[in-house]
């Protein structure tokens, strides 16, 4: 499993990007950044979309993507809260046309939504893919995706505190999850149910309690401004709990 990240923070600049990952060249986790760097031959070898929640940093290249593939049909996965609020709020026939229906001059649907259950795993692709739900508005979920070979990433998505019933359902090799402020915000974090550093030790501390095990973390999902204080703060949790914890760019890769 080779995972592309396309985004990797939640604000967009001239080098930032809105999250976004991008597995073996086919399936999309989350569609913050899914056009601006990736050519449209690659935009054209996405077969499926992943969606943890409506936030519009995780949703905001939808249309964008749906405009640029008009000549086919591709598959957006979600719960069936995200995807009423993705056809209500944004996909909805005022702001962009709606679609999943023809419209214009598009003679068939664009985009086709499928709904995910939580904890129920479906094969997407070739992948197993199960919605485990995290702690974060609008309903969130992390997705745990295991490769036809076997492989296991377990993404969070947005989320605070409180991962210990989402970490009896996953059991990942790999981890990536995110950190969004420093320790010094870590009310502010809280209270936008978001990590920093420290719930992330503590969160990681309850996941090898669960599992017996840590596995290798990826960090995303971080405001720019307060990056070097992050990696800073998450590079003693890595010496501490003496597992490898990185922060990933734009346009990394990692290999499972």
Known sequence: MIIRFLGTHNQ???DKRLISLLIDYILVVDAGN?????????????RAILLSHGHYDHIRDIPAYAFNNTVRT???YATPYTLEFLSSHLADGL???????????VDRQVLQFCPL?????QDIEGYRVTAVPVNHPLQAVGFEITSPKGKKVFYTGDTGP????????????????????????????????????DTLKQELLEFRKTKGYL???????????????IIKEAAAVSRELRIPIRAMAEGDKLSI
Not at 180 to 185: A, E, I, M, S, Y
């Open 12 to 14: 967009a600049s001239q």
């Open 34 to 46: 899914i056009v601006a760097d990736l050519s449209f031959d690659e935009q054209r070898r996405i």
């Open 74 to 76: 591709t598959s957006v």
């Open 95 to 105: 702001i962009y046309p709606k679609f999943t229906e023809k419209y214009g001059y």
């Open 117 to 121: 259950e939580h904890y129920i795993s």
């Open 162 to 197: 409180g991962l210990a019933a989402a970490w009896q359902h996953v059991s990942p090799d790999y981890l990536i999850i995110e950190v969004t402020l420093p320790n010094r915000l870590s009310e502010q974090a809280k209270a936008s149910s978001h990590l920093c550093p």
């Open 215 to 229: 596995p290798p973390t990826c960090l995303v999902h971080m405001s720019p401004e307060y990056e070097k204080e």
